[in-house]
């Protein structure tokens, strides 16, 4: 999930919160994290809407039905155009307040009436709150659309993320089968047997050619605590780094372990890393808890770098 998109979902989340615990100081603060939601997801339609609720309407043709009030068997009618500020003060001052009467003429199109035949007409705080309650609710709608939309738009960008790891686990899980596969050839002709990590290393990178077009091996990775090394694997276009480890006599759990802490501090920086995969290829199951060992290491994950340790085969 992108910045925006995380911002935007924990501003949605704050406004459908606060308007159902009623927390929020005033009608304006809501409409100001409304306003900063809508502008962070570029919505101009309903920034204009929010910025007119927020600071009055000076054109009776963008005044909304809700603002208007209608007098009944007559087309007369008064538009309250002031700000929500202004109306939640005339409500605590229990304040009649003075409006012009307009009457219609022809669909969106209204006529002052003049004083001099007819004075003022005054409104009270019943149709100030129905139009505050009307802007609540509207917020609320307004906010859980956006968040439904933002939520839809995360899920998808999650399944776009996850496709090129999901085919990258289903290849490490399957890599102790392909092997030994590979050890019963036709005729006992020559084959690839995995006694190294560098023969780990061509079979994964052949096998990774199934799915990802751009496979980079041996990159260059920046200095980390003095040294400079070489990536296993770089998967650019997916921003996937994938390092590689076989257990040997002197490479077991806790060695194990220290390298891969010291992988995932180095890589945690990196520009081209947003997933690191490590795997570990066990054949002699020389790694005890081998899930255990995958879970503590998972947790290493942050905002930045999302860590993924794969160990095959269990035993």
Known sequence: MNQKNTEAIEIANSIVKGIIDDTFQSYDSALRAYFR??????????????????????????????????????????????????????????????????????????????????????????????????????LFEKTNHILNDLKQDSASEKNAQDEPIDKLISILCKFPTVA???????????????????????????????????????????????????????????????????TRDKLTDKEVGDQLIIDISRYSTHPNCKTLVCFVYDPEGRINNP???????????SDTLRVIVKIEPKH
């Open 180 to 246: 030994k596969q590979l050890l019963n050839r036709h005729e006992k002709r020559e084959t690839l047997r995995i006694e190294d990590e560098y023969d780990v290393q061509d079979l994964l990178h052949a096998l990774l050619k199934i799915f990802y077009d751009d496979v980079r091996s041996e990159e260059w990775v920046p200095s980390y605590a003095g040294k400079a090394s070489r990536m296993d694997f770089l998967l650019k276009n997916e921003q996937i780094v994938i390092e590689v480890k076989k």
């Open 291 to 301: 899930i255990g060992l995958e879970n503590d290491l998972n947790k290493s994950s």
């Open 37 to 138: 939601l809508v502008s962070i997801i570029d919505n101009k339609n309903e920034m204009v809407w929010a910025k007119k609720e927020l600071s009055g309407y000076t054109n009776i043709k963008d005044i909304p039905a809700y603002r208007i009030v209608n007098f009944r068997d007559t087309k007369d009618c008064v538009f309250i155009h002031q700000s929500c500020r202004d109306l939640m003060n005339y409500i605590d001052r229990r304040k009649k307040i003075p409006y012009t009467l307009y009457t219609k003429v022809s669909n969106n199109n209204f006529q002052k009436k003049e004083y001099s035949y007819i004075g003022p007409t005054y409104l009270n705080s019943n149709h100030f709150i129905n139009v505050l309650t009307t802007v609540s609710d509207m």
